[in-house]
């Protein structure tokens, strides 16, 4: 069975004190309240991961980087490899985020290699696709997507692709408080999770984690998860406020 998961997106907010604080806050607030058969996962800088694994209970709360290098090690300065985040005890490293291809001009190719890099040290990638505005007006996003996919995920045999998380994320979505409609987002995870039974097979689609992220929020969450191919979300602005986050996970 796949698992219903919600991440926290906390990109290049907080400080090490104030996000250890939040993970606390959250972690608090998972344990006494939060939905039970949810996995909860914090995305936070790489600064934070080792103070935010020693801050929450490693039962209940996953915690993720949101990036890591493309190679294993060496003379690459300022990079953080995928053992260096596996050493902080975090579980899952967030790739491609769309700020990432657009900020940092990560590519399909840069993307197979820590994709490579995650899956040695036995982290679970949470990979993001998703289109741009002119995209989706032009009404190409599943050629779009697909594309993304067959450059890089759909390049993996079954047994890695397994251990993935996929994260569809509207560029158009994030951070701008317009969220895709119920349906668009269902009409997005059901095309790719048809993708991969057309590519793998249907037991290999119905059992991996296909995420939204865009936008999603307290008041929307119920609606986009009760779709049948919809399993959680990957959150930004409203992972930030741990009662926020609590009431998204708290959507299911
Ligand atoms: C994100 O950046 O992954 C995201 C979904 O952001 P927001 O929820 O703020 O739109």
Known sequence: MRKKIVAGNWKCNTTVKEGVELA???????????????????????THLTSIVEAVDADRIDVSSQNCAAEPKGAFTGEVSASMVKSTGATYVILGHSERREYYHETSVTLNKKLTQVL????????????????????TQNEYVKQQLDETIFLLPSEQLLKLVIAYEPIWAIGTGVTASTQQAQ???????????????????????????????PSNAKDLFSQPDIDGGLIGGASLKAPDFLAIINAY
Request: glycine fraction near 10%; include cysteine; aromatic fraction near 6%.
């Open 24 to 46: 606390k806050s959250v972690n608090e607030l998972v344990l006494t309240s939060g939905a039970k058969d949810v996995v909860v996962v914090l995305g936070a800088p790489f």
């Open 120 to 139: 040695e040290q036995g982290l679970t990638p949470i990979y993001c696709c998703g289109e741009a505005l002119a995209i989706r007006e032009a009404g």
């Open 187 to 217: 009409d997005m995870l059901s095309f790719i999770r048809g993708l991969i039974a057309n590519k793998y097979n249907k037991e290999v689609a119905e059992e991996i984690s296909i995420l939204y992220g865009g936008s999603c929020s």
